[in-house]
């Protein structure tokens, strides 16, 4: 009876855990293709969150059982390795779970269905490599086609003739076109500012800061020539290493005090003038003021324009752009430590101001892209889908095959499974027809969430496969069937490789759990 209890108990989890998994999958599931849904996402906080992209609804998302977590880290993996697809990679786990339950009552072993998935798995990229096509890195327009049809499904959809080139000039700057095999996409910085319209993004060779100059007593917006210290250091008072109080019962000694602290920052600005500075970008400090109004004054009147509130993070990509080394302290402050630039000016974005460094340098090391909107929502959504273009441009440079869309691909990787089922006969052959039938939920939803007939759709989608029309897809602009290779609807290979790998990884080891144990 023993053996029983654990053996019903071990399914039962199997079972739980599918369940679970499959309703975060059907949760998103309306969000995907062009046709999609939006979801509105409110916090604890009360802030609002409108996108239709599958990695940050699955992160904002509050998810509590552990398998269904799964789902949640399956999209963030897929988002770190091809960017997009995030939708897709958990609606086509999600269709492999269904399959799943259907096997396991036909009596197959989990270990079977995992082997046979994996199997299934390795076919598909077989397939895949058969009909994806070589592209070259110098072929700017198809890497644009590429961008846009990544545009295509976001909220901010309408512009994607403005940032599908943005993002594919962005990594072409910052790669070698003949050697290139990977992007560090941390190489291009992406600013937000709120004011103005998406119109507004542009692409900057230099750098840009979202917030303006420092304006005490009337210092420089505009430098030409400029020779940058970027300072780790504050231009203020000195404090004592312990907290200690200083009591003064007298005018003469608080005037003394006055007077040092003067002496002392004034000191410390001349040093920086005596090397030739003009331009001095201070990094935000926790401890104290990294200015105060004196030093502020004494920059003004030393003619050095003066920007603040530098992140740490930031560091490192400002020194490579401009060349400058950051400095700890005023000791070490000389010539050979600063940037160079043609000009730096003060900006009027919108309602704000924004401080622009061009004329760098390192042109070709390093990109900003300044992306604006009207509110913080449209801005927020712009940047998430300017990061999925540059991330298919990413793909594109490590793996250089593209596919077209619309569900063209997993209908055509079905139908050789399906085939192959048939000649490899036994147990395996139910568990490829399983992977196939999986993958075809991937067009069925692209056109359902098109308002298309799901099922019309696909027959007649599988019919023109048939017929050896490969680029054959859903295209859901004239809701019919087309060659989506003529109508430019192309993706990387990487983002449809990696989308089946990974959801198989992720399903088998679902599958191999029979047993949750709670600690505390």
Do not use: W
Not at 53 to 76: C, F, N, Q, W, Y
Not at 216 to 239: C, D, E, M, W, Y
């Amino acid at each position: 009876m023993a053996d029983n209890v654990e053996k019903s108990r071990g399914k039962d989890v199997r079972v739980a855990n599918i369940v679970a998994a499959k309703s975060v999958s059907e949760a998103i599931r309306t969000s995907l293709g062009p046709r999609g849904m939006d979801k509105m996402i409110q916090n604890s906080s009360g802030e609002v969150l409108i996108s239709n992209d599958g990695a940050t609804i699955l992160r904002e998302m509050e998810v509590k059982h552990p398998t269904a977590k799964m789902l949640v880290e399956l999209s963030k993996s897929q988002d770190i390795e091809a960017g997009d697809g995030t939708t897709s990679v958990t609606v086509f786990a999600g269709a492999l779970l269904s399959q799943v339950l259907k096997l396991l009552e036909k009596g197959l072993h989990p270990t079977i269905i995992s082997e046979s998935f994996q199997k299934a798995s390795r076919f598909a990229q077989d397939v895949l490599k058969s009909i994806g096509k070589p592209v070259e890195l110098n072929d700017r327009e198809t890497l644009i086609k590429m961008a846009r049809t990544s545009l295509n499904s976001k909220v901010v959809s309408q512009y994607s003739d403005l940032l599908a080139p943005l993002a594919v000039d962005a990594v072409l700057r910052v790669i070698d076109r003949a050697t290139a095999e990977n992007v560090d996409l941390r190489d291009v910085k992406v600013v937000k500012k709120v004011g103005g319209t998406i119109d507004d993004t542009e692409l900057i060779e230099g750098l840009v800061f979202d917030h303006d100059a420092s304006h005490a007593a009337g210092g420089p917006t505009r430098v030409a020539n400029a020779k940058i210290g970027l300072i780790q250091f504050q231009l203020s008072a000195p404090k004592t290493n312990m907290e200690n109080q200083v009591v003064i019962d007298q005018y003469h000694q608080m005037d003394r005090i006055l007077k040092e602290e003067r002496a002392y920052i004034l000191e410390m600005c001349k040093a920086i003038k005596k090397t030739g500075c003009n331009v001095l970008l201070i990094q935000k400090s926790i401890l104290r003021d990294a200015v105060n109004d004196m030093s502020l004054n004494f920059l003004a009147k030393l003619g050095i324009m003066v920007v603040r509130d530098i992140e740490r993070d930031d560091i490192e990509f400002i020194s490579k752009t401009i060349n400058a080394i950051p400095i700890a302290s005023i000791e070490g402050f000389s010539a050979a430590k600063l940037g160079t630039a043609k000009l730096v000016e003060e900006v009027a974005v919108g309602e704000g101001k924004v401080v622009k460094i061009t004329g760098v340098p390192n042109a070709g090391k390093t990109v900003s892209v300044l992306v604006q909107g009207s509110n913080r929502l449209v801005v927020d959504e712009a940047e998430r889908s300017l990061h999925d273009a540059l991330c298919v441009v990413r793909s594109i440079v490590r793996q250089k095959f593209l596919l077209v869309g619309g569900g063209a691909p997993e209908i055509e990787v079905a139908m050789r499974l399906e085939t192959h089922a048939k000649a490899v006969g036994g147990m395996e052959s139910y568990c490829y027809r399983g992977y196939a039938e999986a993958l075809q939920l991937l067009p069925y939803t692209l056109a359902e969430n098109a308002g298309l007939n799901p099922i019309a759709i696909v027959t007649e989608l599988r019919n023109r496969h048939a017929l050896g029309e490969i680029s054959a897809g859903i295209n859901v602009r004239k809701n019919a069937i087309t060659d989506l290779a003529e109508e430019n609807v192309l993706q990387p290979m990487l983002v449809t490789s990696s989308m089946m790998k990974l959801a198989t990884e992720t399903v088998c080891m679902i599958l191999k759990i029979d047993d949750i144990v709670r600690t505390r």
